[in-house]
């Protein structure tokens, strides 16, 4: 029976694969979570509308009532809760429970930013939002997609912003920039996976650097990913339901 030899080259390439599949695996797991799913836009996987009218397997395409939104909410919170407070709850400069519908629109409208109401992924979906309309954050790239989701009496409860770009160096500036800001007026990150850098971010396809924030009343996630054609940042806002004290994380 002839044997079958690997040689370094051939071992080197099926380590290569098998990384690069455990990475796509994780990108992928990532994309199916609710801020991760504009990452499937980017990936070339949101299907045109009328192909996809048979709707999303895992139900992402399916609005929700305000009852629905709310219980998932909580379902969030109760699994992604921190300990302690955040000192602030920092999202894009736009008060979480307080910035209402009309108030963002508002704002929209003065800066010629145009808002829609998506088949899925939040209330509205804010396009083109340039950099600048967020100064003192030193933002670089621009946001592709803003999507804003209000509660029950019409005010801010999360907000995820969708950032490319086919250069790494804004998308990297602003990765780090987003969490300065957020360690800086929230506190620091209970989570971090890599740097961001240029550098790291060109090391390969779909290489990610990521940090994520968790309080009692404020959750955040920023990550960071090489698509291969362009670099795609996200960032996730959520104000988190108030709990009981007797509910609370003992010490």
């Known amino acids: 029976m002839t044997r079958f ?11 290569s694969i098998a990384g690069v599949a455990v990475l796509f695996t994780a990108v992928m797991g990532y994309a199916h979570t609710p801020s991760g799913r504009p990452l499937l836009k980017w990936m070339g996987m949101s299907m045109p509308q009328a192909a996809s009218a048979a709707g999303c397997p895992l139900g992402y395409d399916v609005k929700q009532s305000p009852e629905q939104k709310e219980a998932a909410r909580q379902r969030f919170a109760a699994a992604y809760r921190g300990e302690s407070a955040a000192l602030a709850r920092p999202a894009l400069g736009f008060d979480l429970e307080q910035t209402t519908r009309e108030a963002l629109l508002e704002w929209a409208q003065a800066h010629g930013v145009k808002c829609t109401v998506p088949r899925s992924q939040g209330d509205l979906d804010c396009a083109d939002v340039p950099a600048s309309l967020f100064p003192g ?10 999507w804003v989701t209000f509660g029950a009496d019409g005010r801010l409860v999360s907000l995820v912003a969708v950032s490319r770009s086919v250069e790494a ?11 300065a800001t957020l360690a800086t007026l929230a506190g ?13 971010l060109k090391q390969g396809l779909l290489r990610q650097a990521s940090a994520e924030y968790r309080f009692q009343d404020f959750y955040a ?10 670099f795609v940042l996200t960032e996730e806002y959520r104000a988190l339901p108030k709990v009981a004290a007797r509910e609370l994380p003992s010490r």
């Open 221 to 230: 996630l920023t990550r960071v990913t090489n698509m291969g054609d362009g």
């Open 188 to 200: 620091p990150a209970l989570k971090r996976d890599g740097e961001g850098s240029v550098e790291e």
């Open 137 to 146: 954050l030193k933002r670089e790239a621009d946001i592709r997609n803003m």
């Open 169 to 179: 160096a804004p998308i990297s500036a602003t990765f780090r920039a987003a969490n």
């Open 5 to 15: 030899v690997l040689t370094r080259a051939m071992r080197r390439a099926l380590v």
